[in-house]
């Protein structure tokens, strides 16, 4: 029987894009569904007053020879402007300044200057943290569907010897190789896994926080023109090769014949038929709306409700003089504004600061300026006090940055703001969530929540499917289901 597509993609967040973008190209029938006004989920872009912002990440993995992003655009024969930050991202805890760098070398040195007396906390474990992130990385090349296929007893018969520190770290967190007794050490430790995977040490899955802090001597970059320059060039590889988008649509639900998926239902009620379907829309979405309950297996659904709360995000957007800039700064801080105290709701801020260059995303002497700090999904009321709580936020916030930059209020020349809510409404993400699952070893790595899931003919993509959280690791799911359909069907 004739369908209407071979495949249809729920959502142009990084996943989906990717996903579409590449069978597009290996000449599958492509349609495209996204329920915004634009591509990009939570790494859109958006433009005021001469200033380019990102809407989310602003720093990121995965153009690193034979990274992801390499390989998606070199497939795609796409190009973008992009630049690798070495030693323009770190740390400032108390009157201390961390830079990141590729070379191990250097970085090591920098962990020595900043303690002398206690460097090795974070040094000694440093070469285990490498090689199970080499072996995470290496597996992901060989064996990027989990579970994978012929369950894990066959993955572990075939690779029983090289894989058993995998298993073995599975049930491990950071903690079990960082012993910090040093306070200052440990808070920076804490705040770098925290902004990554919503948990600190004693919380953070071992393989995750591998990843994590190893992640800079493979490189770390940005884009010029920020990363709606990747989201355009996916967007265009997608229409150039017959696909098709259609913008502010929303899928009503994903519809199932016999326990197989055959199409989707918008929410004016058009019935669109696909062979495959691939959801961008959360593992929350896709198994609690877009399905019905008794479409989704117990255990799942089980699952779904054992998941640890994620944590939102609540950004300023900044136009903002040159003149206000500290020496201090990099163009990418995680800055520490207390030593003792959690790491949200404005004691940690991460600061990014548009390179000084980059005229696509601020005028000449000006920088665009995106400030995060982590909240609690549950303290944002959609009510009435909303919009006082916002503004206190706001003015909290600009407080702290009075005592960062120089003579701040007077050289702001541009200030919009992001709560959860604001999230919720732009990718109907539940509660504004936009972090994926917080990494902790029950739901992480091999635990995770698969790329194939067990309705027939259903993928799902994003940062709350394996690998998790982050644009390359999104665009990494993308990768893997689109291989996975073009293995299947070609």
């Given at each position: 029987?004739?369908?209407?597509?071979?495949?249809?993609?729920?959502?142009?967040?990084?996943?989906?894009?990717?996903?579409s973008a590449l069978l597009a190209?290996?000449?599958?029938?492509?349609?495209?569904?996204?329920?915004?006004?634009?591509?990009?989920?939570?790494?859109?872009?958006?433009?005021?007053?001469?200033?380019?912002?990102?809407?989310?990440?602003?720093?990121?993995?995965?153009?690193?020879?034979?990274?992801?992003?390499?390989?998606?655009?070199?497939?795609?024969?796409?190009?973008?402007?992009?630049?690798?930050?070495?030693?323009?991202?770190?740390?400032?805890?108390?009157?201390?300044?961390?830079?990141?760098?590729?070379?191990?070398?250097?970085?090591?040195?920098?962990?020595?200057?900043?303690?002398?007396?206690?460097?090795?906390?974070?040094?000694?474990?440093?070469?285990?943290?490498?090689?199970?992130?080499?072996?995470?990385?290496?597996?992901?090349?060989?064996?990027?569907?989990?579970?994978?296929?012929?369950?894990?007893?066959?993955?572990?018969?075939?690779?029983?010897?090289?894989?058993?520190?995998?298993?073995?770290?599975?049930?491990?967190?950071?903690?079990?190789?960082?012993?910090?007794?040093?306070?200052?050490?440990?808070?920076?430790?804490?705040?770098?896994?925290?902004?990554?995977?919503?948990?600190?040490?004693?919380?953070?899955?071992?393989?995750?926080?591998?990843?994590?802090?190893?992640?800079?001597?493979?490189?770390?970059?940005?884009?010029?023109?920020?990363?709606?320059?990747?989201?355009?060039?996916?967007?265009?590889?997608?229409?150039?090769?017959?696909?098709?988008?259609?913008?502010?649509?929303?899928?009503?639900?994903?519809?199932?014949?016999?326990?197989?998926?055959?199409?989707?239902?918008?929410?004016?009620?058009?019935?669109?038929?696909?062979?495959?379907?691939?959801?961008?829309?959360?593992?929350?979405?896709?198994?609690?709306?877009?399905?019905?309950?008794?479409?989704?297996?117990?255990?799942?659904?089980?699952?779904?409700?054992?998941?640890?709360?994620?944590?939102?995000?609540?950004?300023?957007?900044?136009?903002?003089?040159?003149?206000?800039?500290?020496?201090?700064?990099?163009?990418?801080?995680?800055?520490?504004?207390?030593?003792?105290?959690?790491?949200?709701?404005?004691?940690?801020?991460?600061?990014?600061?548009?390179?000084?260059?980059?005229?696509?995303?601020?005028?000449?002497?000006?920088?665009?300026?995106?400030?995060?700090?982590?909240?609690?999904?549950?303290?944002?009321?959609?009510?009435?006090?909303?919009?006082q709580m916002k503004e206190d936020?706001?003015?909290?916030?600009?407080?702290?940055?009075?005592?960062?930059?120089?003579?701040?209020?007077?050289?702001?020349?541009?200030?919009?703001?992001?709560?959860?809510?604001?999230?919720?409404?732009?990718?109907?993400?539940?509660?504004?969530?936009?972090?994926?699952?917080?990494?902790?070893?029950?739901?992480?790595?091999?635990?995770?929540?698969?790329?194939?899931?067990?309705?027939?003919?259903?993928?799902?993509?994003?940062?709350?499917?394996?690998?998790?959280?982050?644009?390359?690791?999104?665009?990494?799911?993308?990768?893997?289901?689109?291989?996975?359909?073009?293995?299947?069907?070609?």
């Amino acid at each position: 029987m004739a369908r209407d597509f071979d495949v249809i993609v729920i959502g142009a967040g990084i996943g989906g894009l990717s996903a579409s973008a590449l069978l597009a190209r290996r000449g599958f029938k492509v349609l495209l569904l996204e329920q915004g006004a634009k591509a990009g989920g939570c790494c859109q872009s958006f433009q005021r007053n001469g200033y380019l912002f990102d809407v989310g990440s602003t720093l990121f993995a995965g153009l690193e020879e034979e990274g992801v992003l390499q390989r998606i655009l070199k497939e795609l024969k796409a190009r973008i402007v992009y630049q690798q930050v070495d030693g323009n991202f770190g740390i400032l805890i108390g009157d201390k300044k961390i830079r990141f760098f590729s070379q191990r070398a250097r970085f090591f040195e920098e962990i020595r200057r900043s303690f002398p007396k206690d460097y090795r906390e974070i040094l000694e474990p440093y070469p285990k943290f490498e090689e199970l992130a080499d072996l995470v990385w290496d597996i992901l090349k060989k064996e990027p569907i989990f579970p994978p296929h012929g369950g894990y007893r066959s993955l572990i018969t075939r690779h029983f010897k090289k894989l058993q520190p995998l298993f073995i770290s599975q049930n491990l967190v950071a903690g079990n190789l960082l012993k910090i007794k040093n306070p200052e050490i440990k808070r920076l430790v804490d705040g770098y896994l925290f902004f990554n995977t919503q948990r600190e040490t004693s919380q953070s899955a071992l393989l995750n926080a591998s990843l994590v802090l190893t992640q800079h001597f493979k490189g770390l970059f940005s884009l010029r023109g920020g990363l709606q320059t990747f989201v355009l060039a996916l967007v265009e590889a997608i229409k150039s090769n017959g696909g098709k988008i259609s913008y502010q649509t929303r899928v009503d639900k994903i519809l199932l014949k016999k326990g197989e998926a055959f199409g989707v239902r918008l929410a004016n009620g058009e019935v669109i038929s696909s062979w495959s379907i691939i959801s961008d829309a959360t593992i929350w979405n896709t198994f609690e709306k877009l399905l019905d309950e008794e479409e989704v297996n117990k255990r799942i659904r089980k699952k779904l409700r054992q998941i640890p709360q994620p944590w939102g995000v609540f950004c300023l957007y900044l136009g903002l003089s040159e003149k206000a800039i500290p020496p201090k700064l990099m163009d990418f801080n995680q800055i520490h504004l207390s030593k003792n105290s959690s790491h949200w709701e404005g004691n940690t801020l991460f600061i990014s600061l548009s390179p000084l260059d980059d005229f696509t995303r601020a005028p000449q002497g000006k920088r665009a300026v995106t400030v995060t700090q982590l909240t609690f999904l549950d303290s944002w009321a959609r009510d009435s006090t909303y919009h006082q709580m916002k503004e206190d936020y706001i003015k909290r916030t600009i407080r702290l940055l009075e005592g960062i930059f120089f003579d701040f209020k007077r050289n702001i020349d541009f200030l919009d703001a992001a709560t959860p809510c604001t999230f919720e409404n732009h990718t109907l993400r539940p509660k504004g969530a936009i972090w994926g699952i917080p990494q902790v070893p029950q739901f992480s790595g091999l635990r995770g929540f698969p790329i194939k899931t067990e309705i027939k003919n259903l993928l799902m993509v994003g940062d709350s499917v394996f690998v998790g959280k982050g644009v390359a690791t999104s665009a990494l799911s993308g990768y893997y289901a689109a291989n996975l359909l073009t293995d299947y069907f070609i």
